[in-house]
């Protein structure tokens, strides 16, 4: 009978141990709980700079201020230099290779330079009615702006009483200048060139020529 109580008893105590370590181990098998994977996020789009487009035909005008020099031989064929007021128009076309830009352009220019011959050769002036000029440009596209070189030829028309500086003559000229976009149809810019005519109107009469313009194009 002290058997059958000691039995009883113990297994009313173990009972409650044996529930509690089914618990613990219950919890002890459940699976951790896993944190959410971080999701990804692309980055901010960088803004790329388009370039500008500068295909196309253009026409305008321009105002600038010129230089004239001569000689006849090895003396000065005018009493000083003279200089004065350029005005004219000119029209192009350019064409945009990515970096590169090629072009041409027509350009006339009156003036109202009249310098004064060396008195040696006579006692008169003369007029330096037109020049123009044919050219081609090479630029790079940096944007809104067009930096390049041009050259090409020239051809200078001058009026006077003295047959020696009275007609016209071809010659050379090349310098530099810019170009930058306003809009998508109107540029502004400046130009500086440099000309030389050799036996101009007579043998031996060499002339040179120094101009700077500012210039206004329309784009179509």
């Not at 070189?149 to 016209?168: E, F, K, P």
Request: with cysteine; net charge negative; aromatic share 8%.
């Amino acid at each position: 009978m002290k058997t059958t109580f000691k039995t009883v008893r113990a297994t009313m105590l173990a009972a409650p141990l044996a529930v509690t370590a089914g618990v613990a181990s219950a919890g002890g098998l459940s699976e951790p709980v896993e944190a959410p994977a971080p999701i990804p996020v692309a980055p901010a789009p960088v803004p790329v700079a388009t370039g500008t487009d500068w295909t196309g035909f253009y026409a305008g005008g321009q105002l600038g201020f010129g230089e004239l020099d001569a000689e006849l031989g090895d003396a000065d064929a005018l009493a000083d230099d003279e200089s004065g007021l350029l005005f004219g128009a000119h029209a192009g076309y350019l064409y945009d290779f990515g970096s590169l830009v090629l072009g041409g352009e027509l350009d006339i220019d009156g003036s109202d330079i009249e310098p004064e011959l060396d008195p040696a050769i006579a006692a008169d002036t003369f007029a330096l009615d037109t020049v123009t000029r044919a050219k081609l440009l090479l630029g790079y596209d940096a944007g809104r702006f067009l930096p390049y070189l041009t050259g090409g030829v020239a051809q200078a028309r001058t009026s006077s009483d003295v047959d020696a500086v009275d007609g016209d003559g071809d010659g050379v000229c090349g310098g530099v200048g810019v170009k930058s976009l306003l809009s998508g149809s109107c540029m502004i810019g400046g130009e500086v060139l440099q000309h030389q005519f050799d036996d101009y109107v007579t043998d031996g009469l060499d002339v040179e020529a120094t101009t700077g313009t500012l210039r206004a194009s329309f784009r179509f």
